[in-house]
């Protein structure tokens, strides 16, 4: 499998920069609230504002990514998406406070103009029948950093301090993105062919959305509510681990490289089960995971049971995909199988889009939760509406019986 999959020049030259770049990622994410917090100033509201922010370039530039993609190529939007995002780690480390952060937020933002592309080239170069297991042999190694970065970013943490540290990473990320830009322009190839001669429109009427599968609808429904159940927590979850559990910047690390291996052994059983036995049931382990693990945080004691918890929403994650992306080999192999080619970008974008109208506040609602009442009620919510989300996916969407391409 992994040889079929990585013999594809496309493919290949992806999940390299992918992990390339999450590889320097992966070090510091897990420690950037607190950064925010006590270096840049911002409170846990700001901290939400920010994201939210972040969230909010997603409506700009996600659906325009999906459509340019579909209407002149996988190719040139990747590029410009990825070149793009150089600037992002520039900013953040020449940012005095968490305000002059923004313009580096926004443009991180931008990079969400080649995710629908980037979505569709994978897809298309991936044969139907065995779709499920090519993206989980893309995730597989596209997830190996996260078993190594994390652990490393602790000890650094721990070693020079959380703003010696951050920077740190900061600086490897940009001579990190300037390589990756390099690497997609020599290597990637362009996958969108028109038949026809006529290439499709860049216009979003009436008519494309009453076009759309009934899936299709459903899931975008499903991913939008859990867009707001995802975002209520997200960047508030390592800071929960590290204000509130008490959990170590090294015990955090090792947390998410535990993860990281639970990802990397999971990614590719997961996918083949969603070949042979259909990407639903996998899709629904992960959107009732997910919600479930939000509530156990909040019960957590210390090192041993939190990590416990994160194990077990990794082993869900790794199946279908959930929380607050919409990915994970299933839910991905079951778009690519109802969606034609020609039409994938700009579902993608369309998807990302709504997600990002509905999510982008949800940060900071989480951010106002925790300092008015308490941390653990950001937590709890998203759990009420995750599940939401889980029971409108299981009775809203009938799997196909055969790929759009069969």
Do not use: C
Not at 261 to 281: C, F, N
Request: glycine fraction near 10%; charge should be positive.
């Amino acid at each position: 499998m992994f040889r079929d999959v990585f013999s594809n020049k496309n493919i290949l030259a992806i999940s390299l920069t992918t992990s390339l770049y999450s590889l320097v990622a992966q070090g510091y994410r897990p420690f950037w609230t607190l950064y925010l917090k006590d270096f840049l100033g911002a409170t846990y509201t700001n901290i939400g504002i920010f994201s939210m922010i972040s969230t909010a370039e997603n409506l700009l530039f996600q659906l325009p990514g999906g459509m340019l993609a579909d209407r002149y190529g996988r190719r040139k939007i990747i590029l410009v998406g990825t070149f793009i995002r150089t600037f992002s780690p520039i900013l953040y480390f020449l940012a005095p406070s968490w305000e002059w952060a923004i313009p580096a937020a926004i443009v991180s933002g931008m990079t969400s103009l080649y995710m629908p592309a980037f979505n569709a080239i994978i897809a298309d170069s991936l044969p139907s029948k065995r779709r499920g297991a090519g993206y989980g042999a893309y995730n597989t190694l596209t997830s190996i950093p996260q078993i190594i970065s994390p652990f490393i970013g602790g000890i650094i943490m721990e070693k020079y301090g959380y703003y010696k540290g951050v920077r740190m990473f900061l600086l490897l990320q940009i001579g990190v993105s300037l390589l990756t830009t390099a690497i997609r322009y020599f290597t990637i190839k362009e996958t969108m062919v028109h038949q026809s001669g006529k290439r499709p429109s860049t216009k979003i009427t009436r008519q494309t959305f009453r076009e759309l599968p009934k899936q299709i609808v459903v899931m975008m429904v499903v991913s939008i509510i859990a867009s707001f159940s995802g975002r209520l927590v997200m960047d508030f979850t390592s800071l929960y681990a590290l204000e509130v559990i008490r959990v170590t910047p090294v015990q955090l690390g090792l947390i998410n490289t535990i993860v990281g291996i639970i990802s990397v052994a999971l990614a590719l059983p997961g996918g083949m089960l969603s070949d042979r036995y259909g990407r639903k049931k996998n899709i629904m382990v992960s959107r009732v995971v997910s919600p479930v693990t939000q509530y156990l945080f909040t019960v957590a004691t210390g090192f041993e049971t939190y990590t416990v918890i994160r194990a077990f929403n990794s082993v869900g994650l790794a199946f279908g995909g959930g929380g607050l992306t919409t990915g994970g080999p299933s839910w991905n192999a079951l778009i690519a199988d109802i969606v034609p080619p020609e039409k994938r970008a700009t579902i993608n974008g369309i998807m990302g889009t709504l997600t990002a109208v509905v999510g982008a506040p949800s940060s900071v609602l989480g951010g106002w939760l925790w300092q008015t009442y308490h941390p653990q009620l950001p937590f709890q919510v998203s759990m009420i509406i995750g599940l939401i989300a889980a029971t409108i996916f299981w009775f809203g969407v009938d799997e196909p019986s055969k790929s759009i391409e069969e």
